[in-house]
């Protein structure tokens, strides 16, 4: 099971720190991404990161502002946002799988609310 949590109300500029922690199973050998999605919209990917090499990609929207890593002694994964904006608001989902583009385990989303 996937856990996102640290979801929030946050003023445009500030920051704001995600966590998504595995219970009940290793992220060892997995893809850890995090994925948003706003009511009637597709949802987009945001960063993913392997877990044992570390290798991380972020969406060109977040570049410079969101910064994804990884505690492997807590089994979690993070996603460190900055500069945050109105445009970050919605539901983050962090998902585990064996490559950048196979997500099997999804967790249940953690709600990020920018505004002033």
């Known amino acids: 099971q996937l856990q996102a949590s640290g979801g929030g109300l946050v003023q445009p500029g500030g920051s704001l720190r995600l966590s998504c922690a595995a219970s009940?199973?290793?992220?060892?050998?997995?893809?850890v991404g995090w994925f948003r999605q706003v009511p009637g919209k597709e949802r987009e990917r945001v960063a993913d990161?392997?877990?044992?090499?570390?290798?991380?990609d972020h969406a060109d929207f977040v570049k410079g502002r969101f910064t994804i890593s990884r505690d492997k002694a807590k089994n979690t994964v993070y996603l460190q946002m900055n500069s945050l904006t109105p445009e970050d608001t919605a539901v983050y989902y962090c998902?585990?799988?064996?490559?950048?583009?196979?997500?099997?385990?999804w967790g249940q989303g953690t709600e990020l609310t920018v505004s002033s």
């Open positions: 009940g199973f290793t992220l060892a050998d997995f893809t």
């Open positions: 990161i392997t877990w044992n090499g570390g290798v991380t």
């Open positions: 998902a585990g799988g064996p490559s950048t583009v196979q997500f099997n385990y």
